[in-house]
């Protein structure tokens, strides 16, 4: 494999670029080359996980590539070697790590990583992980690791620290789910941190994409029922008027099709653990009914409802949201799409 001085100027350049987040690098015809680096978002008060989704139009379930993340004042070389990538790209890539490094300067890394999934790069939860929060990411099994000395190839050791691959212990699956959602639906949750505004998402069937049914502002409680749909699901966001309570309602009537029960009913992990949270919406108490007659707002538990839904009704794990049957209802999602 090659590198051509473009990927060496693009490195220095990116060092010397305090806005620069990431570098990707990608391989062709055995050369390595380097893409457009990614900037942090300007919000300065903008969280990791909003750097994060910078990523999302960078990598690729099918795309082999070198990802040089700027993290904690320093740098991670990530290869990112995803299970749809082609086989001698995987290779290729895994058996040059150390070269990349080498060539580039050990000393402008603190780590180095292997990735089989976007989300264990694009969700904050698997930084986590990897910080020692919850189960360690440096403990691993002797199999992990010589999984990991098997990919490394016989290139010269460097001074990094190399964790390898680990398979997270936060499956994360709440994103793998993870619907596309419009940019008019992602703007009316950002005003949700004022008192009485109300927003209504539902998924449209053929898409699947998170659309946007209305956004009103300085709603009474008593007013909320009015607007939820009878014949078809919905997720409404309240943030009450006088408590300031965020409430989460997932209405499903039980006149709407199956599918779009399921679709909708699916498209909640995604929409209240990852979409919501990335943009700064904590959801106080969740909702869930059939019938508008039988929306009542109170304060007891997080959850008010039957809860037929397994996503509303679970727990918590580690640093993810689980509940009974997940891995079937993810294979159910799985041949739906």
């Not at 969700?123 to 919850?134: K, L, N, V």
Request: charged letters at 25%; proline letters at 4%.
């Amino acid at each position: 494999m090659e590198f051509s001085p473009d990927v060496i100027q693009a490195f220095s350049n990116f060092r010397s670029d305090p806005t620069a987040l990431a570098l990707p690098v990608e391989i062709s015809h055995s050369t390595l080359r380097p893409l457009i680096s990614v900037s942090f978002p300007k919000e300065s008060q903008s969280t990791f996980q909003q750097a994060l989704n910078r990523l999302d139009g960078v990598l690729s379930p099918k795309h082999a590539l070198y990802l040089i993340l700027r993290r904690n004042d320093s740098n991670v070389a990530i290869t990112y070697v995803p299970y749809l990538a082609s086989a001698e790209s995987r290779n290729i890539l895994l058996q040059h790590r150390a070269e990349l490094i080498r060539t580039l300067g050990g000393e402008h890394f603190a780590a180095s990583i292997i990735c089989k999934e976007m989300g264990e790069i694009t969700d904050a939860r698997s930084w986590e992980e990897r910080d020692g929060q919850g189960e360690s990411w440096e403990v691993a099994s002797n199999e992990n690791v010589q999984s990991c000395e098997k990919h490394e190839g016989d290139e010269a050791e460097t001074e990094v620290k190399d964790l390898g691959y680990k398979k997270n212990k936060c499956r994360l699956c709440d994103r793998r789910m993870k619907n596309k959602i419009n940019e008019d639906a992602l703007s009316a949750l950002s005003k949700l941190h004022e008192a009485g505004t109300c927003v209504q998402l539902s998924v449209n069937i053929p898409t699947e994409i998170l659309r946007l049914n209305f956004h009103v502002p300085n709603l009474a409680p008593a007013s909320v029922s009015s607007l939820l749909p009878t014949a078809h699901p919905s997720f409404t966001f309240y943030r009450h008027l006088t408590t300031n309570t965020l409430y989460f309602i997932f209405c499903s009537p039980d006149s709407a099709s199956v599918q779009e029960r399921m679709k909708h009913t699916m498209a909640i992990p995604g929409l209240v653990n990852i979409i919501a949270k990335n943009n700064g919406v904590n959801v106080d108490q969740k909702i869930e009914i059939h019938d508008v007659e039988d929306l009542v707002f109170e304060e007891r538990d997080e959850r008010i409802g039957q809860f037929r839904s397994m996503y509303l009704r679970g727990g918590m794990r580690g640093t993810e949201s689980t509940w009974e049957g997940m891995e079937e209802y993810q294979r159910t999602l799985d041949k739906v799409r």
